[in-house]
């Protein structure tokens, strides 16, 4: 069989899967209306999860996990704003890489509003100007995000999605060669992560930190001799090629995301719940609040300390764990672990990301 005799036969498995495409999307409408009409929220976090893990095991290849990943995740996408475009609030300004995170959740065809700060995002969703919001919590290398630790325990919005961004760093700048620049713009933690990079190739070039990757891109645009830290999608909005790819020091530098929203997300099958506590000031009582999850057969992913506002040298635990709050073990853990704790919350259950 020859070239042209196999592109044909692409051509009619093309044809056929429009076909497909059209008909799921009659279907997805059907959803919308139900959904209009019973008032249940379009984005259903538990529901995309099951899919793609339906498919990635019923997945023969040769299309490998994470193409087919990218392959259904554009289509959920897509059929997701046929039952309304969600206005989706995240923290901006565009060209930053929770804009990406945003972008990469909910599609083009998504309404992406950027929001000032991290405390604004969860105020736009709880004054219903956005659906949901997209904030940042932790990074891999640089840890986590306090302001969203703050504004998740102070709103009532729930933690219905998580997102993982790989972070990759480009020097973005109108200079023609390395040589030239003199500055270089940038948030602090990607000057931070870009440390050995920097130091090597820009050793003499002045570091200065701003507010985000997006205005750094915006500054060196118009500076010839100055540069910018950022995402790709930094330099395309601002019309700044890339003089270097991959600055950071880590090559698995990834940055986590939470979607809040004012719906709790139903059991996927393989989910995640975060929590927040804080205990008596007295010997041993962490060990024994970690100890009644342990009891109950809860893993724990993440722990991080937070200083109350209220009280000095006192604080509060975030806590990861694996499993959804709706489940008998772990409804029975949270009714062991109240009276051990002054505060007990749960900020959120959701399908755990790849």
């Not at 703050?150 to 973005?172: F, G, M, N, R, T």
């Not at 009582?285 to 992913?301: D, F, K, P, Q």
Request: charged share 25%.
């Amino acid at each position: 069989m020859c070239i042209d005799d196999i592109r044909h036969e692409i051509d009619e498995l093309d044809n056929s899967i429009l076909d497909l495409l059209s008909r799921r999307a009659e279907k997805v409408l059907e959803i919308g209306r139900l959904k209009e009409q019973s008032n249940r929220p379009v984005f259903d976090a538990a529901r995309e999860r099951a899919i793609l893990d339906r498919l990635a095991a019923r997945n023969p290849g040769p299309l490998g996990k994470e193409a087919l990943a990218d392959i259904y995740g554009a289509i959920i996408a897509a059929n997701r704003v046929l039952e309304k475009r969600l206005v989706v609030a995240y923290y901006g300004p565009a060209g930053t890489f929770t804009h990406i995170a945003a972008r990469d959740k909910f599609g083009g065809g998504a309404d992406l509003r950027p929001y000032d700060s991290i405390a604004e995002v969860f105020t736009g969703v709880e004054k219903h100007e956005a659906d949901l919001g997209v904030v940042p919590i932790e990074n891999s290398t640089g840890g986590v995000v306090p302001p969203t630790l703050d504004a998740l325990l102070e709103s009532k919005l729930q933690i219905c999605a998580e997102i993982y961004v790989d972070i990759e760093h480009y020097l973005l700048s109108r200079a023609s060669s390395l040589a030239e620049i003199k500055r270089v713009y940038s948030h602090p933690q990607p000057l931070a992560q870009c440390r050995i990079w920097l130091r090597t190739h820009l050793p003499k070039a002045e570091l200065i930190a701003i507010g985000s990757t997006s205005r750094a891109a915006e500054t060196a645009a118009g500076e010839p001799d100055s540069a910018a830290i950022g995402p790709a999608l930094a330099g395309e909005l601002h019309h700044l090629p890339a003089l270097a790819a991959h600055l950071q020091d880590q090559a698995d530098n990834r940055t986590r995301f939470f979607v809040i929203g004012p719906s709790a997300t139903p059991p996927s099958g393989r989910d995640k719940t975060s929590l927040v506590f804080s205990l008596p000031h007295e010997s041993g009582s962490l060990y024994r609040a970690l100890g009644v999850l342990a009891e109950h057969g809860i893993n724990m992913t993440f722990i991080q300390s937070h200083p109350t506002r209220q009280t000095q040298w006192e604080y509060l635990f975030f806590v990861d764990v694996e499993g959804h709050a709706e489940s008998p073990e772990f409804a029975a853990a949270l009714a062991a672990l109240g009276p051990r704790t002054h505060l007990l919350r749960v900020l959120g259950s959701y399908p755990e990301a790849e």
